[in-house]
């Protein structure tokens, strides 16, 4: 499911999950590298067209990880520890963006974002979207969103007891 598809079915997550992007101009990117042991990496997210896209350095470790294996997750960045901005977790896979038409849209809005264009070679993915779930602290409990394709979004609260959440 491409990003404009998710947006329609829970348009409050993707408008969270949107701020939170823009707020840092980075994600970070979870994938698998050969040896099975998860990489981090820092991405700059761009939503062209309705797709997540992430374009990588060419031949970078990142990028050769979801040409193995596309399974990803984003995560926006964090910038303190009280979990009060909320956490988005977007799981999903990496689809290889070969096509031209696509790839010149996508260093179109690059430009006008960050007046910067990547230069061939590249790579460019487009996530595949296949859940996504946004997690909020607050000294009284934290609030979960939960979505999957087919599904509508499921909401819950746990709350802080002093010795740790309720269910």
Same mark, same amino acid.
């Given at each position: 499911m491409n990003w404009a598809q998710f947006a329609e079915?829970?348009?409050?997550?993707?408008r969270l999950a949107e701020e939170r992007?823009?707020?840092?101009?980075?994600i970070l990117l979870g994938s698998v590298c050969a040896d099975g042991m998860p990489r981090i990496s820092p991405v700059e997210p761009l939503i062209v067209d309705g797709e997540l896209m992430l374009g990588m350095m060419w031949q970078s470790k990142k990028a050769l990880d979801l040409l193995r294996d596309p399974r990803c997750l984003v995560h926006n960045t964090i910038a303190n520890k009280d979990g009060t901005d909320?956490?988005?977790?977007l799981r999903g896979r990496a689809v290889d963006m070969q096509d031209a038409a696509k790839r010149e849209r996508?260093?179109?809005? /690059? $430009?006008k974002k960050i007046d910067w264009r990547p230069?061939?070679?590249?790579? /460019? $993915?487009?996530?595949?979207?296949e859940s996504v779930a946004f997690v909020r602290s607050a000294a009284e409990g934290q609030?979960?969103?939960?979505?999957?394709?087919?599904e509508s979004v499921r909401e819950s609260t746990r709350q802080w007891t002093g010795s740790g959440y309720s269910d």
């Open positions: 079915a829970a348009p409050e997550l993707a992007f823009e707020k840092t101009g980075l909320g956490e988005i977790k996508y260093g179109d809005e /690059l $430009f230069s061939e070679p590249y790579h /460019l $993915f487009a996530i595949d979207i609030d979960f969103k939960m979505w999957r394709p087919g």
